[in-house]
C-alpha cells in the first residue's frame, strides 16, 4: 500500500509543469554555481601552490555545491510538500483517502516516500556534477559521499516537516509559507548559539546548520546522523497522530 499511494504521488508531481520547471531550474542554478565553484578554484591556482596542505578540488567545489544545494532545497522543498495532504483536504478527497483500508501510518509514509523519490532525483542530478570532475582531477570521495549524506539528509527533514504542515491546514500555499517560516527557523537557530548563553547549546542542538557544518567538511559524527534521523521520524510521527485525529471526527 505505501508504494502505491508513493507511486501516485510521484506520478501526480511529474504530471505538474511546476515539478518539471523546477527541476530543470534548479539544475541550471546549480550548474551556474558549480561552474563558477570551478573558475574561483582555477583563479586561485597560483596562491594555493603558495599554501602548504593547501584545500583542494574537493573542499573549494563540491563542498560549496552541496552548501549551496541545501539552500535550494530549503526554498523549493515546501512548494512540493505544500500540497500532499492540503490539496486532497481541499478538494475533499482525503475523506476517501481516510475512509480506506490504509492505515494512517501507510498513508503518511507513501506521501513521504513519493515527495522523497522527487527530491532524490534532483540529488542524483546534482551529484554528478561533481562526480564527472573524477575524470580529470583527484577527488576526496569520503568528502563527496559525506556531502550527498548531508543534503540527503537535510532534504529528508525538510520534507518531513513540510508534510507535516500540509496535514495542519487546507490551504496549500498556507501550508508552504508556514514549512519555510518554520524551516528557517531550524536552520538559523544556531545563531543563537553565539551569544555565549547558558541554554546556547540547546539552539545549537536543534539546528539543521549546526549538524551539517561538519559533515560538509568531511567529518561524519553519529550525533548528527542520529539528529536527522530524530527529527524526521518525530514530524512523521506528528502527522500519522494529526491524520488519525482528523479520522475519528465526525
Known sequence: MIRTIAARE???????????????????ILAWSFLGNIDTFFSLQ??????????GVTDLVVAPLFEFARILML????????????????SGSIQLLLSSPASMTQIILGKYAGAMTFMLCIIGLT??????LGFAT???????????????LNTSAFVALGL????????PIIAAISSSGLLIFFWI??????????????FNQL????????????IVYSADVIYFILFITGFLMLSIRQLENRRVQP
Open 75 to 90: 526554498m523549493i522543498t515546501p512548494l512540493i510538500t505544500m500540497r500532499l495532504i492540503s490539496e486532497e483536504s481541499q
Open 10 to 28: 510521484l506520478r501526480s508531481l511529474f504530471f505538474s509543469p511546476l515539478a518539471w520547471i523546477m527541476l530543470g531550474l534548479i539544475q541550471f
Open 164 to 171: 507535516f504542515m500540509s496535514t495542519l491546514t487546507r490551504q
Open 189 to 202: 537557530m544556531n545563531a543563537a548559539g553565539t551569544t555565549g548563553a547558558a541554554d546556547a547549546n540547546i
Open 138 to 152: 583527484p577527488l576526496d570521495y569520503g568528502k563527496l559521499l559525506a556531502g550527498i549524506l548531508t543534503l540527503t
Open 207 to 218: 539546528s539543521f546548520t549546526y549538524h551539517s557544518l561538519q559533515m560538509l567538511r568531511g
Open 127 to 132: 551529484s554528478l556534477m561533481p562526480l564527472s
Open 46 to 55: 597560483s596562491e594555493l601552490l603558495k599554501i602548504r596542505n593547501a584545500p
